[in-house]
């Protein structure tokens, strides 16, 4: 017993030395090796995520299961948290209050190379089950290289009785959880980035289900970690969803993306609203980068675009719009002429999911001339994957907003809206738009086909359907449209922010809160 109030108690002092062992500062050999890799250590990632004194860790002292072929003051030294940081915080607490709260989870790569021990597993589950109860938001820092052999201390034969995986994938569509992924990234931990609903990651990642010594096993030959999985790879075929150079910027795009979900803000600048009159070109044929018109509907610097390098021909984003979260979908012309292709069906119909799992209204914008068909389209399985975003669209329980920027031909517009044009809270278009069942010169020449075939010349065949072409787009203007009701409005573009805004705040004020039932997100 201390004879001093002021002195330390011999159980204090020990407990005040354990705690030490588990800051990066007792281990500066690890940190150095981190840092000769380009890396920041899990708890710098933890610590520039969450707001200062936030933090409060869940199992700081736990080891690595391995006492039975290791010293216990070697473990104690050596595998903090058996290499997994976790706890509960604030993000943004400065913009959002009380619903900043959220979960952080971050593999320790400096610790046994960030792999997944018994010690991890139990964490885990307790962390996942407290993110149920308390429907905390979870970001969840996934390097490492899957599960770990070496564990000593419990019986395992299999070890597929771990509920970590069952646990974490039941938390789709009840909570948004965000996976940030540096480095390399394996197996169980790949699952766990897999799972969530959104994947960050960094250049210079290697994600892949198995690594190299499980690709070796099978006998699939020897692969360098970079090449298992590289960004290359995957962001092209779309499994992440926003790329970044670094782990910083992976904080702070992490934090952007989880504002989405903690709910409106005030509202931000506003773009000069008039430039999207001269954003679509007149002629109907020439493309146009759709980004800039989602950035000037946007609240500046309010927008995030996801996965940018699968499907280009359909936009993916979050924004803001007078402070207001919002999903905003929109056809790019710029790829496929922005026509609805399977790989675009499924990164529409997964992103409709996502904001209404999480009550984010959408905004889609439309310019289409329907999907993309023929035999090459449909060696892809386009039956199937083009009624993914109808169906999506047709469970929606979040208000959407269509525009019709200057396109709408087909099923494919159709889909765009949910399914039809009356289908969304208002659909609304630009004063040169055109609508029609199918793209106008097709129509004509597949309704005209036996008056054409008699036409011998072909200059003269070719003016008759270009004229006939010219009466057709007359008549599929969009005020034409509105004058039978197809419409509910036609608008000066300068306008759309304010209709948009307008309808969102009628939708908040007076629409039901959607249904509490579970609904999941599909991870694809």
Not at 472 to 485: H, I, K, M
Request: with cysteine.
């Amino acid at each position: 017993m201390a004879d001093s109030d002021d002195a330390i108690r011999d159980d204090l002092a020990e407990l005040l030395r354990r705690r030490r062992l588990t800051e990066d500062a007792a281990r500066p050999d690890a940190v150095a090796r981190r840092r000769t890799a380009g890396g920041r250590t899990a708890r710098e990632n933890v610590a520039d995520l969450v707001d200062p004194g936030s933090f409060v860790e869940y199992g700081r002292f736990a080891i690595a299961a391995q006492r039975q072929r290791r010293e216990l003051a070697d473990l104690i030294e050596r595998t903090p948290a058996d290499g997994l940081v976790a706890g509960t915080a604030r993000v943004n607490g400065d913009r959002f209050g009380e619903r900043a709260a959220c979960a952080v989870l971050s593999y320790d790569y400096t610790v046994l190379a960030g792999t997944q021990g018994a010690l991890g597993h139990r964490k885990k589950d307790r962390l996942f089950e407290l993110i149920e109860r308390m429907r905390l938001p979870a970001v969840f820092f996934a390097e490492g290289g899957g599960g770990r052999p070496g564990d000593t201390d419990h019986p395992v034969v299999s070890a597929l009785d771990v509920r970590a995986f069952a646990l974490w994938a039941g938390l789709s569509g009840i909570v948004p959880r965000i996976a940030v992924v540096a480095g390399r990234c394996f197996a169980g931990n790949a699952v766990i980035a897999g799972c969530s609903d959104l994947i960050v990651a960094t250049e210079d990642v290697s994600l892949g289900m198995g690594g190299p010594a499980m690709i070796a096993g099978g006998g699939l030959g020897e692969v360098a970690p970079g090449d298992v999985g590289p960004i290359a790879m995957q962001a092209a075929n779309g499994v992440i969803d926003v790329v970044v150079a670094d782990e910083a910027e992976a904080v702070a795009v992490t934090k952007r993306l989880l504002g989405y979900f903690q709910g409106a803000t005030p509202p931000g600048p506003v773009p000069d609203q008039t430039r999207l009159r001269q954003l679509v070109p007149e002629r109907e044929r020439r493309a146009y980068k759709v980004a800039p018109i989602v950035e000037t509907l946007a609240d500046e610097g309010s927008v995030t675009f996801l996965r940018e390098r699968f499907a280009p021909e359909l936009v993916t984003a979050f924004a803001r719009i007078e402070g207001r979260p919002v999903g905003v979908i929109a056809n790019n012309t710029m790829a496929m002429a922005g026509a609805i292709t399977s790989d675009a069906s499924d990164k529409g119909a997964r992103f409709m999911q996502l904001c209404d799992a999480f009550s984010i209204p959408l905004v889609s914008l439309v310019d289409t001339p329907g999907y993309m068909v023929g035999p090459q389209a449909e060696a892809t399985g386009l039956v199937r994957h083009a009624s993914r975003l109808l169906v999506a669209g047709a469970a929606l329980r979040v208000p959407l907003v269509a525009v019709i920027l200057r396109r709408a031909y087909g099923l494919g517009a159709q889909a765009m809206m949910a399914g039809s044009l009356h289908e969304p809270l208002l659909t609304v278009a630009w004063p040169g738009a055109h609508l029609g069942p199918m793209g106008l010169e097709g129509a004509v020449r597949l309704g005209l086909r036996k008056e054409l075939e008699a036409i011998a010349d072909e200059t003269e065949r070719e003016q008759r359907v270009r004229d006939v072409t010219a009466a057709a787009q007359e008549n599929a203007r969009a005020l034409n449209a509105a004058t039978l009701f197809e419409l509910d409005d036609v608008i000066d573009p300068a306008e759309t922010r304010a209709v948009i805004a307008a309808t969102l705040a009628a939708a908040a004020a007076h629409t039901p809160a959607p249904a509490t039932d579970r609904r999941f997100v599909d991870t694809w």
